[in-house]
């Protein structure tokens, strides 16, 4: 490997299904180095790993395409299940930034969009609203009395019409748009 390389261009490289960020990085910081894998490999899935607490850093993050936002100081048992749980399709927010997230998102007017209400069946808005307040596709299945593969086909299928890759892009529209409790 060659220590030249910037992290897109070893991501092309080495073919990774995570990347761990460092948002306190040299020359290019990690919401720029994030923006610029999600761009470039949409696939694969950034958590950053950091010091920083703040709305600001939380919230660019997630709009660079972050899957995930963990401190350092995240147990390793933790460490180890976010970034298993990340590789399988999951988001993870540090609980003590996800109040951060939950305050900026109710901060922000929310407007009713019927078209994106309108675009969802009943059932894919019962599973939205389950996403939107974190449950797992095992806990939502088991809770509609669905199978995991049916869950993550509804998943897909919500992301779709939603126009998002991830959980946490779903759930911030599902809360702007007045969708979810």
């Known amino acids: 490997m060659n220590a030249r390389l910037g992290a897109a261009e070893m991501i092309g490289e080495l073919k990774p299904d995570i990347v761990l960020m460092d948002l306190n990085r040299p020359v290019v910081n990690g ?3 994030t923006r610029r894998i999600y ?7 950034v958590m950053a790993l950091t010091t920083y607490e703040t709305e600001e850093w939380v919230i660019d993050a997630i709009r660079a395409g972050a899957a995930g936002y963990l401190l350092k100081d995240t147990p390793r048992a933790g460490l180890i299940k976010a970034i ?3 590789a399988a399709g ?3 927010i540090d609980p003590s930034v996800a109040g951060k997230l939950f305050t900026h998102v109710a901060g922000t007017t929310v407007v009713r969009d019927t078209t994106v209400a309108e675009s969802l069946s009943p059932r894919e808005h019962e599973i939205l609203r389950l996403l939107a307040n974190g449950r797992s596709n095992t806990d939502i299945a088991t809770q509609l009395f669905l199978s995991e593969g049916m869950v993550r086909n509804y998943v897909s299928g919500i992301f779709d019409k939603l126009g998002v890759t991830d959980r946490t892009q779903a759930a911030i529209i599902a809360l702007r748009h007045g969708l979810v409790d």
Do not use: H, N
Request: aromatic share 12%.
């Open 31 to 33: 919401i720029e180095a």
């Open 39 to 45: 761009d470039k490999f949409p696939t694969v899935r």
């Open 84 to 86: 298993e749980g990340t």
């Open 90 to 92: 999951q988001t993870y």
